[in-house]
C-alpha cells in the first residue's frame, strides 16, 4: 500500500501541527510505503519571500527528521526536486473542468483573506493531483480541509482513466477524524493565523510565556472546575502522563486546581517532551549539507518512481511520437 502526503514549508511548527499532522504521518511508516514531502511549490502560490522560502523548506525537513521521521524507510523529499510533476500538472489541466476548480472552497477562503487570486492559486489542485497521482498513491492522509482537493484528484484520475484507459490508481483520502483538534492559547483551534499557538521549538523563556498565557477562567483554585471545558486541561492531557491527567481531572471536578502551577508543571512537561527532537533538531540545522544529501536522496528515489509514471502517460496522451 502506498501512502503519500505533502506539507507546505509554513513557519513554526506548533503542537496542533505535530498532533494533527506530523505524529500520524510518522506513524504511517509502519503501516505501508510512506511517500513524505515538503510542498515548496504549492507555497509559491502564497509565499513571495524567497529567503524565508529556501528557509522553511530546509527546516522543515529538519523538523520532520527531528521528530522520527526515517528518511530509510519512505521516501521524503522536497516536490521542486522531481519536475516531472509540473509536466504531469500541464497534461491533467486539460481534463480538470473551470467548473470543478471554480468550486473549491480553499481557493474562495483565500482570495476572501486578501490572497491575489493569481493562476497558480486556481490551478493549486491541479497541481495536487498530480502530485497524487504522479506516484500512484493509494491512500492519502489530510486534514478535513483538504478533502474537496482529494475529491479533484479523484476525478482527475477516473476522468484520465475513461479517457485514455486504466493508467491512474484512483486515490483514497484517509480523514483523520480521530486526531483531536488541538486547542490555542485562547481556546480556538490552534493556528497560526490566530496567534494563538504553543511551538514545538521555542526556546525556553518564549515557552514559558506562551503557556503562562493561556487564557483560564477567574474561579478561585477551591472551586470545583470542568476540565473538559479547560483549555490549559485539554493542551496538559497531550503532555502528562495517564496517571497525573487522572490526578489533575480529580483536582478540577473536586476543587484545588491551581492554574498557575498547572501551567509551570506544562512548562516542564512540554520542554521534556521535545528535548530528544530539540536537540536533534539543532544538530540538523547546523549541518544543512546533510540535510540536502538527505532530500537529494530521497528525491533520487522519488524521481524513479515519477518517470515511470509520466512515460505511460506521455505515450497515452499521444506525447511520444
Ligand atoms: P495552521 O492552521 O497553523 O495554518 P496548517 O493549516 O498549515 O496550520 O496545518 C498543517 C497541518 O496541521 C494540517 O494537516 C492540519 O490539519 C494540522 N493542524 C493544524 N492546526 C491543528 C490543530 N489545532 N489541531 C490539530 N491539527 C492541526
Ligand atoms: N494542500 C495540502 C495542504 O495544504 C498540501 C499538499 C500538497 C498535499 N500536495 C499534496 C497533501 C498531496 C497530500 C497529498 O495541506
Known sequence: MKILSGIQPSGKLHIGNYFGM???MINYMDKGELYAFIVNLHALTTVTDSKALARDTLEAAADFLALGLDPDRCIFWVQSDVPEVTELTWILSNLSPMGLLERCHSFKDKIAKGIAPSHGLFSYPVLMAADI????????????????HLEVARDIAIKFNNSYGETFVVPESAIEEN???????????MSKSYGNTIGIFLDAKELKKRVMAIVTDAAPVE???DPDKCNLFNIFKLF????????????????GAAYGYLKLELVDLLWEYFRSAREKREKLCADPA???????????????????????????VGLKY
Do not use: S
Not at 500512484?136 to 478535513?144: L, M, R, S, T
Not at 502528562?240 to 476543587?255: F, I, S, T
Open 179 to 189: 486526531v483531536a483538534t488541538v486547542p490555542g492559547l485562547d481556546g480556538q483551534k
Open 133 to 148: 497521482l504522479l506516484y500512484q498513491a493509494d491512500i492519502v492522509p489530510v486534514g478535513k480541509d483538504q478533502k474537496q
Open 240 to 255: 502528562a502522563p495517564a496517571n497525573r491527567v487522572k490526578e489533575v481531572h480529580d483536582l478540577y471536578v473536586n476543587g
Open 22 to 24: 506530523m505524529q500520524p
Open 223 to 225: 472551586a470545583p472546575k
Open 290 to 316: 546533510y540535510l540536502r544529501a538527505v532530500l537529494a536522496k530521497g528525491a533520487e528515489k522519488a524521481r524513479e518512481k515519477a518517470t515511470v509514471t509520466l512515460d505511460l502517460v506521455r505515450e497515452k
